[in-house]
């Protein structure tokens, strides 16, 4: 199970310390426990960490696989002053963060799916779930979850239907020869996120989205794709074109209308 101490060494950031991390060996959600202390106060950079979950969700209300003892499964409370509408780049920026990351540890073929998956050869390694408590007309903490694939075969760990579209980061690193063998590779992630992560808080809050938006379209696995997009009341199939400055995925559908997705179920679509 980690502990603070394995991911402290090279904590560069003021956003995280031991004071505001929680680590538990089972918890039904992470997302919970950190909703339930930002509920009772709990400052912005509370860390709730599990090394598994009964209850484990991601978007949609899915189920999130979390078996004890290979994956990263762990919550931040946040306080941005910020509006409603501007809550969803926040994922955005934590999908740059965990893309960044794992390029740091030599993770190859990364992309970012919008809007809350990492993908790694085209297959799922991990995923963002982003919740908010709002208070009046303003937002009164965002609780921002990660669950990562992070060691072991998905032939293994995960369920049949799964076995082609997701991938752990120990696989991938195994398939370029790059031996982590010699370290704690979960709390090597966690540490490399929280800095990753800080950095581009940090940014977001003082030059706004436009270097966010930088930095994932510099990730995108999915523009110029043929993607499916379900909405609450209706699904579409197109063209994937681009991120507008706000972070909407533009797409352009069958009979040539660009249309602005603000939140749906996005699925990549075999060509």
């Known amino acids: 199970m980690i502990q603070w101490q394995d ?26 426990t950190a909703i339930e202390l930002a509920r009772e106060g709990a400052p912005e950079g509370t860390l709730v960490v599990a090394d598994s979950q009964r209850s484990g969700r991601g978007r949609l209300q899915r189920i999130w696989q979390s078996p004890p003892g290979v994956n990263l499964y762990f919550s931040m409370v946040l306080r941005p002053e910020l509006a409603i509408a501007l809550a969803p780049q926040v994922t955005l920026l934590t999908g740059v963060a965990l893309a960044e990351s ?21 297959r799922k390694s991990a995923g963002i779930l982003t919740e908010m408590g709002i208070q009046g007309h303003r ?24 076995h082609t579209s997701a991938i752990t980061w120990s696989e991938a690193l195994d398939d370029t020869g790059v031996d982590h063998s010699g370290f704690n590779l979960r709390g090597k992630i966690l540490n490399q996120f929280l800095n990753q992560f800080s950095h581009w808080y940090t940014l977001w809050q003082k030059e706004g989205f436009i270097p966010i938006r930088t930095a994932w379209m510099n990730r995108a696995g999915i523009i110029g794709k043929r993607v499916q997009i379900n909405l609450t009341d209706r699904q579409f199939s197109g063209i994937a074109i681009n991120m507008d400055p706000e972070g909407y995925l533009m797409v352009k559908d069958g009979v040539g209308i660009v249309q602005q997705v603000m ?9």
Request: charged share 20%.
């Open 102 to 122: 794992a390029v740091m540890l030599k993770v190859p073929d990364v992309a970012l799916k919008w809007p809350n998956d990492l993908l790694i050869k085209d």
């Open 7 to 32: 991911i402290s060494g090279n904590l560069q950031s003021a956003l995280f310390d031991q004071q505001r991390a929680f680590f538990h060996s089972e918890l039904d959600s992470t997302n919970q």
């Open 263 to 271: 939140a749906g179920d996005v699925t990549l679509m075999k060509e």
């Open 139 to 162: 937002i009164n903490y965002l609780v921002v979850g990660v669950g990562i694939n992070v060691y072991g075969q998905v032939k293994t760990l995960l369920p049949e239907a799964l």
